[in-house]
């Protein structure tokens, strides 16, 4: 018996758009640890946090399936 090995694991992170393993989905999204822990430390005047909010922008993005 064969098994398949796939040849990306884990998942797409919507604000580094980098494949992870580990993180939190938010509604249709998914986050990576990383990322998560960078955004709950980062202060609203760091210019880090607009670009954060850019990304999370994406996820009331309604996505269209057919």
């Not at 796939?6 to 494949?19: A, D, L, N, R, Y």
């Not at 909010?53 to 269209?64: G, V």
Request: proline share 3%; net charge negative; aromatic share 10%.
């Amino acid at each position: 018996m064969k098994s398949t090995i796939h040849s990306s694991i884990g998942e797409t992170c919507i604000v580094c758009e980098e494949q992870k393993e580990r993180g939190i989905h938010l509604y249709t999204e998914f986050i990576c640890t990383e990322c998560e822990g960078t955004m709950l430390q980062t202060e609203v005047e760091d210019p880090k946090y607009k670009f954060y909010l850019k990304q999370l922008r994406k996820i009331t993005i309604p996505k269209i399936f057919s």
